[in-house]
């Protein structure tokens, strides 16, 4: 079983910044990928950040120059730091994990989902 738990949302005023934390535990045995989603109310979730294990990043166009990924990999965590917001960054952000797992019946590779955490921007 793997848990992520995640931290770090709120309400902040257009211009300011939030540090979105996901931290995964339980069976994992190695990390391929960690990443950031958004899902604004009617819309489709997106990407909107993603970190391998190699440190190759990716980010969607919208959010480039102004939020950064990075990852400890010895605490098996993710985080984001959002700079400048937009109140249209405002949106449900979910962390994923994809990686290996152990458990019944034996290792699976899985993608993994938060709880999801409300980020609000204001206008």
């Known amino acids: 079983q793997v848990q992520l738990v995640e931290s770090g949302g709120g309400l902040v005023q257009a211009g300011g910044s939030l540090r979105l934390s996901c931290a995964a535990s339980?069976?994992?045995?190695?990390?391929?990928?960690m990443g950031w989603y958004r899902q604004a109310p009617g819309k489709q979730r997106e990407l909107v950040a993603r970190i391998t294990s190699g440190t190759s990043t990716n980010y969607a166009d919208s959010i480039k120059g102004r939020f950064t990924i990075s990852r400890d990999n010895a605490k098996n965590t993710v985080y984001l730091q959002m700079n400048s917001l937009k109140p249209e960054d405002t949106a449900v952000y979910y962390c994923?994990?994809?990686?290996?797992?152990?458990?019944?019946?034996?290792?699976?590779?899985?993608?993994?989902w938060g709880q999801g955490t409300l980020v609000t921007v204001s206008s």
């Open positions: 339980g069976s994992i045995v190695s990390i391929s990928a």
């Open positions: 994923r994990v994809d990686g290996v797992v152990s458990g019944a019946p034996g290792y699976r590779y899985l993608e993994i």
